[in-house]
């Protein structure tokens, strides 16, 4: 809980918002997810989610989080948000891998994917580097925040996770 004023403030910033399903929250509504995540701590049954916050090392600010779904057998579902004073400087890079670090070594899981809405470049470059394919391009593919949104979907397996990791880029 003493990190929900870091989170308040990307939480409530429409630009990091505008891409992830959620609307943009203040300090009350990031409140009660927060609550919610503090109660989710391990995964152990289908359909929870791991959200991990992460720190800058030097202060012990919140300037993002990363979450794992266990969507079904050994498969997982990846997303993160950082606040913008924190982008394009490869924290979130660093953090997606620790997590995937926890999905595929950790967890034994055999394929984990990423959903992006089209135009959501930034997300797409990160994929990149972490070693995500895009498997799939749904045109119209969902409605999001009330309008239809293309939809790029993107998949991780575990021998192409070892090989990267054996290989880094
Ligand atoms: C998606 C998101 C997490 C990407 O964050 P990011 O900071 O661009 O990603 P990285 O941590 O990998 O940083 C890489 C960028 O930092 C640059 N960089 C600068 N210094 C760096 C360093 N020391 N190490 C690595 N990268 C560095 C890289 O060149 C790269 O820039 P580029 O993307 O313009 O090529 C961020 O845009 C975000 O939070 N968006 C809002 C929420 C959102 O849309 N989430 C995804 C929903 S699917």
Redesign the pocket.
């Known amino acids: 809980m003493d990190d929900l004023d870091d989170l308040a403030r990307?939480h409530g910033d429409p630009?990091?918002?505008?891409?992830?399903p959620w609307p943009v929250r203040d300090r009350a509504a990031t409140e009660e997810t927060l609550r919610t995540k503090l109660e989710q701590t391990v995964l152990d049954e289908h359909g929870q989610w791991l959200v991990l916050a992460v720190e800058l090392r030097s202060t012990g600010t919140v300037i993002?989080e990363v979450l794992l779904k266990w969507a079904s057998d050994r498969q997982g579902e990846l997303?993160?948000?950082?606040?913008?004073d924190?982008?394009?400087?490869?924290?979130?890079?660093?953090?997606?891998r620790a997590i995937l670090g926890l999905a595929f070594d950790d967890l034994g899981f055999h394929r984990v994917s990423?959903?992006?809405?089209e135009g959501?470049d930034?997300?797409v470059?990160?994929l990149g580097?972490l070693g995500f394919r895009q498997e799939a391009r749904h045109v119209d593919g969902e409605v999001f925040k009330g309008s239809w949104i293309t939809v790029l979907h993107f998949a991780l397996l575990e021998d192409e996770w070892t090989a990267r990791i054996s290989r880094p880029s």
Do not use: C, I, P
């Open positions: 990307f630009e990091v918002v505008r891409y992830v993002g997303g993160f948000a950082f606040g913008r924190h982008h394009g400087q490869g924290y979130a890079a660093e953090a997606a990423a959903t992006v809405v959501n930034a997300s470059r990160l580097r």
